[in-house]
């Protein structure tokens, strides 16, 4: 039989990495070969992480089948966010915390899904189901994504379980979860090396609102100056793309990791909608929104019944 | 919020029905308004433990939506199974041990899937990690299910799992799970009351293979003699139905709960790759294959490649 392969989405985060690396470990340690692969870049904020814990980033593969028949999807579960050829291959395992979509099998297999905001929390769960202490390097690398999930524990998406494990595994790690999570989350948000075009695209998703095309982009910032300083440039840049896409609004939320606000630059013919959401005035086509920090819960969410 | 509901799948069997119960049951126990609700009638087996165990059947309901937005699927998870106003209710647990598919939620959720031979498997980790233990009643009709999904364990469905939960569960129940299985498996086995339409139809599924539509349903018995004496008038049906449906086969297991044999009645212009599948010769349509008990596992998979 040959070896089951781990991975999370393509366009990986600090969970997907991480989560891939701590659960092909415990499959190890339960007997089961696995190694943990990886679809995509890693980012500055998970590199940081490897490189604290001094862990390798897992091997790159852009495709499967070529070398197994069988592989464990981490965090994600839909097609069109995993690896290309996974029709071919048995997929054995499914652990994540998202919706469930686009995903189908051939037969009974083990299918873990909680609602909480981060796949370590399931993960802290299934080392202690199967009489598995984690490694103080897994551990930290655990500790990485739950603070990145949820922003150090200020996101909405947080829950007692990610806390709860959180603090488990920072005391396995050896580090203050606090410290080494600010300094996690800085490493993420320095944005003086990011393109225009990086700004705008690496975490933009596109939504239907009622009859409108809404795309939504988020970076992580400890001083939103540093970004809106191009201003000017990104917003030719936002327009290009409408221009190209046929959108309808454009929403790029600078969020601040220190305060937990969020600047947002919004564009397009339906701009003023998030003036009503919001209860804000756009001047030169920025707001401020306090407490906001999270796409999924705090301004899909609110904009969407706007549209309908 | 309105109470959530629980239920599993269209036309229930015994792990449907108490995996229901069960489950509610250890959602109450920890303080959700929860109730089990059925989408069909209750079979003889499942009607014996139910009485067995002194425990009342679940309401019977065809639609969710007009009493709840939450429901809990047990024991199934794809649309066609399901009730018909699913897509109106959110799906907020799915606990189960069968592949996924036609299955998708709008949210992160809680999923449960494990490949074991039976829900109340899964249901009493459930109970273990939520640290409540099963009523006598609950811990009966779990009991019950493990017993008619694995045939008594004789079924290559079976797990390790299984067996030790069953362990467990007959301890609780005060039950001997072999003196009381067979009892039960005997229940569900009685086929004089049972319509010659029943017989080929109660549990039948139609598949693709290769280019050819085959059925295949399948009766337990304690004395196959008990349908075989009533071979003409069943041929002239499964004709009847083949013509009605276009089929190139059909094959009527009657399985053997004593032995763990099934006797075959094979029709239509394909049988002769059941000879070739079993090494048998059919005489009067008929043959005895040895240790053949599950349908999922030692039929559909050793046909299905030769019509390829």
């Known amino acids: ?119 370590a929390t399931i993960l802290v769960k299934l080392y202690k189901e199967n009489g598995v202490t984690p490694s103080k390097e897994n551990a930290g690398l655990m500790l990485s994504a739950i603070i990145s999930d949820t922003l150090l524990f200020k996101s909405p998406t947080c829950t007692p379980a990610d806390i709860e494990a959180a603090t488990e595994l920072a005391a396995l790690a050896g580090v203050d979860a606090q410290v080494y999570g600010l300094d996690l989350l800085k490493a993420g ?35 939103p100056a540093d970004v809106l300083v191009r201003q000017t440039d990104i917003e030719a840049a936002i327009n290009a793309k409408m221009a190209d896409k046929g959108l309808d609004m454009f929403l790029f939320a600078i969020t601040n990791i220190l305060t937990n606000d969020s600047d947002v630059l919004v564009l397009g013919t339906e701009a003023a909608v998030v003036e009503r959401a919001y209860d804000v005035t756009l001047v030169n086509n920025r707001a401020t929104l306090p407490g906001v920090v999270s796409r999924k819960k705090q301004i899909v969410p609110i904009l969407t019944p706007l549209f309908n």
């Open 1 to 119: 039989m040959s070896k089951t392969l781990v991975f999370g989405h393509k366009n990986p985060d600090t969970d997907t990495i991480t989560a891939a690396i701590s659960y092909a470990a415990l499959k190890n340690a339960v007997g089961v070969e696995a190694e943990a692969v990886r679809l995509g870049a890693i980012n500055p904020e998970t590199q940081f992480a490897l490189d604290y814990f001094k862990v390798p980033a897992p091997r790159l593969v852009e495709t499967v089948a070529n070398e197994t028949d069988r592989v464990i999807l981490v965090d994600h579960n839909e097609a069109q966010q995993s690896v290309s050829d996974r029709d071919q291959v048995t997929v054995t395992e499914v652990i994540d915390h998202h919706r469930i979509a686009n995903f189908e099998t051939a037969d009974p297999f083990v299918c873990r899904i909680e609602p909480v905001g981060c796949t």
């Open 189 to 223: 948000a320095d944005v003086s090396q990011k393109t225009i075009a990086e700004l705008i695209t690496l975490d933009a998703k596109e939504f239907v609102m009622g009859t409108k095309k809404v795309e939504i982009a988020q970076v992580n910032v400890v001083d």
